[in-house]
């Protein structure tokens, strides 16, 4: 399942098509992996207007992320073991998302439930057209 909303105009991201576009094939990606066959991926991009960000989340009904692994994901070539070790990777996809939201000067997190799934998203600040954008 995905939900998009569209910004109303004159609201731009701070981002590239392509960073974006890789934050969300990454983390789909990785729900996919880790969810059963029968089970739903959600991913939402949802505008917070008053707040001027915008919110990727992926939600799987995975497997759920032991608690004792969260403090490494998003380094590189780290993968969680035991459940996860069937799935193939190289353990770089969390890791790019990481990088690429930090330089955007966004944040990550992950939201976890051991055997019910997880749900990581990231928050990137929007701006309004016609403002400097820094590191961008």
Same mark, same amino acid.
């Given at each position: 399942v995905v939900d998009f909303e569209t910004p109303p105009a004159g609201f731009l991201i701070k981002?590239?098509?392509k960073a974006l576009r +890789? @934050? %969300?094939l990454n983390l789909g990606h990785n729900?996919?992996?880790y969810s059963e066959p029968a089970n739903t991926v959600h991913i939402s991009? %949802? *505008?917070d207007f008053a707040s001027q960000v915008m919110r990727i989340s992926v939600v799987d009904n995975g497997c759920g992320i032991p608690e004792e692994k969260l403090p490494y994901l998003g380094r590189p070539? *780290? +993968?969680a073991d035991s459940a996860y070790a069937r799935k193939q990777g190289t353990g770089l996809g969390l890791a790019m998302v990481k990088t690429m939201t930090d330089r955007l000067g966004g944040e990550f997190? @992950?939201?976890n @439930?051991?055997?019910s799934g997880a749900e990581i998203? @990231? %928050?990137i600040q929007l701006r309004i057209a016609g403002s400097s954008i820094k590191g961008a």
């Open positions: 981002s590239s098509a +890789q @934050i %969300v729900a996919i992996k991009l %949802v *505008y070539f *780290y +993968q997190a @992950i939201n @439930i051991p055997g998203s @990231i %928050v």
